[in-house]
């Protein structure tokens, strides 16, 4: 494969360099005061910011100590880091010196290096760490244990009095980014410098991108959605982003919506779960002190985008003159760098009813509002430009007649070559040829269909509960029962089939549930019967109701639903 970096096309006022290191070292040099970074530890106080020449001085500096200590490009080093400042010149850094970082985030506690950090260590076959200063006793132990061991570790505070070097020529490889929830067996997707330009031109593109846009940004910098959109958009394009920590949105998540007015913020991300914590843990009073009329382009992606959330969303924050068309639903994967496609700018996205019964044989039947038997799907955006994209049946490969229901197929320049050191694996994702030849694509393992030229996301393919033949999708049971209850919280729950009796299909219905407070179970299990019952015509064999926070989740706010079944039969195991 050609991994040759293209060139970027001629944009009034922008650097022409070809890849983000280049650009760095151009903004440094013709607007080194240009203002990149602004930190908020605490989602409220600025604790960091970072100039073009800062960020520079300090990559370089960096890259120095990496060259000091012996590291070369091509490399590869765990970079972990809590402060997001630190963790960017830590990244810059070692793109600086061509050296492969493998972002990871800083485990919690001790027993976490094993369980954790050491799967990634050894299948990236790192030769070295790149930590940032400990925040507390917890992660003073965690780095601790670290230096007992046999990985070097180097201290981003050590790069101060590093001599700077110029950036290293041989720097294909941008970094590896890890998917969600790989840690048992991690998969690092291979990100290079190409496919980073590449994709960070689909976000200028799709997203309404420009120098004097505002980005603002609470989503975790180990993830590539808050990584790429989240942050080094700014470097590309010179415009200023505003970051703080998801621990810091986690506790008060009107910390995110306040540095937005604050800062006059025209873009930021989140995943679903985001939009709604907003509205539920915020008053009247609150949202009406709030100014977000400076809105362009909020991205709701990492799970299929739910119309409530954004009426709710919509319709709480309209006093704070949050525009509805600034509500983008779109779609990404790490497989793919991440931006695959987003909603125009004042296009809030479309709701699409289709056939239930249709849908289960993946067919799609369009119907109306209100009809029976009905579902409800939101169409995530159109395609950024250099995607090739095909819905595929995924057991004869070949390629889906319109109106019908496939694996969504990829190929373009932001598709990465493939995961590190898994050539199984990368061969089964990234090697799919349709029956008739033509690829390679990444096969993204999501159910999907083109509308109008919109993407619209069904489901994973992994997730799919299938029961007496019928395909059944667990982001509409999940929905469906989340308001059969008031306890229920919204996005809080887990569909899956367990083995029936005779262990020979899938072929009974569980769901996990999280519950405010201490409703009576019996009441609340009951109304997720009934809701699924009258719904779908399917008996729910088990509920497992658990409290807020309960349901495990990505970094990026995607169910784990494999883990979600783990956590049910431990439950049942013991009670």
Request: glycine share 8%.
């Amino acid at each position: 494969m050609d991994m040759a970096i293209p060139s970027a096309p001629a944009q009034d006022g922008l650097p022409s360099g070809t890849d983000i290191v280049e650009r760095l070292a151009e903004w440094a040099e013709t607007q080194p005061d240009r203002l990149l970074y602004v930190e908020l530890l605490d989602g409220v106080a600025e604790s960091a910011r970072l100039t073009a020449a800062e960020l520079e001085t300090q990559a370089a500096q960096l890259a120095g100590l990496l060259e000091a200590k012996e590291l070369h490009p091509g490399d590869v080093v765990l970079l972990i880091a809590t402060r997001p400042a630190e963790f960017l010149v830590g990244l810059f850094g070692c793109m600086w010196a061509g050296v492969i970082a493998a972002p990871i985030s800083f485990p919690r506690r001790p027993d976490h290096l094993h369980s954790r950090l050491e799967p990634v260590r050894a299948n990236a076959g790192a030769v070295a760490v790149v930590a940032a200063t400990p925040q507390g006793p917890a992660e003073v132990a965690v780095l601790e244990k670290l230096t007992e061991g046999n990985l070097p570790v180097v201290h981003l505070k050590d790069a101060a009095s590093a001599d700077p070097v110029p950036p290293a020529a041989e720097r294909e490889i941008a970094y590896l980014q890890y998917t969600s929830g790989s840690t048992s067996e991690p998969r690092g997707v291979t990100v290079t410098h190409a496919n980073l330009a590449a994709n960070l031109e689909v976000s200028r593109e799709v997203l309404a991108m420009t120098p004097d846009s505002v980005n603002v940004s609470w989503c975790p910098l180990t993830h590539d959605m808050g990584l790429v959109t989240g942050a080094l958009t700014s470097v590309w394009l010179g415009m200023k982003s505003v970051i703080m920590p998801p621990s810091a949105f986690i506790r008060r998540p009107l910390t995110w919506l306040r540095a937005v007015d604050r800062y006059r913020g025209t873009h930021s991300c989140s995943p679903n779960f985001g939009f709604d914590l907003c509205v539920d843990r915020s008053t009247p009073e609150e949202r009406a002190a709030l100014d977000l009329s400076s809105a362009v382009t909020f991205i709701n992606g990492a799970e299929p985008v739910r119309r409530r959330t954004r009426d709710r969303f919509l319709e709480a924050f309209a006093p704070s003159g949050f525009p509805p068309g600034a509500h983008c639903p779109g779609y990404g994967l790490a497989e793919a760098t991440v931006v695959v496609s987003a909603t125009p700018p004042g296009d809030p996205g479309t709701v699409l009813w289709v056939d239930a019964d249709a849908l289960e044989k993946h067919q799609l039947v369009l119907r109306e509002e209100g009809e029976p038997d009905v579902r409800e799907l939101c169409t995530d955006g159109v395609l950024g430009s250099g995607y090739d994209a095909r819905i595929v049946d995924p057991d004869t490969f070949i390629e889906s007649e319109p109106h019908a229901v496939g694996e969504l197929w990829l190929r373009g320049p932001s598709v990465s070559p493939g995961y590190w050191r898994r050539e199984e694996a990368t061969k089964e994702a990234f090697g799919a040829h349709l029956a008739d030849g033509t690829g390679p694509y990444l096969r993204t393992g999501d159910l999907a269909f083109l509308h109008d030229g919109a993407v619209v996301i069904c489901g994973r393919a992994k997730d799919l509960i299938v029961i007496r033949g019928r395909n059944i999708y667990p982001q509409d049971i999940e929905q469906s029962t989340e308001l059969a209850h008031e306890a229920l919280r919204l996005g809080g729950s887990a569909a899956f089939a367990v083995e029936g009796e005779s262990g020979a299909e899938l072929e009974s219905l569980v769901l996990v549930s999280e519950v405010d407070g201490e409703p009576d179970e019996r009441e609340v299990a009951a109304a997720i019967r009934s809701v699924v019952l009258r719904e779908y015509d399917l008996h729910v064999s088990d509920v497992l109701l658990v409290p807020p926070y309960s349901v495990p989740k990505t970094s990026s706010g995607k169910k784990q639903r494999s883990a979600s079944k783990r956590l049910w039969q431990s439950a049942r195991a013991h009670s």
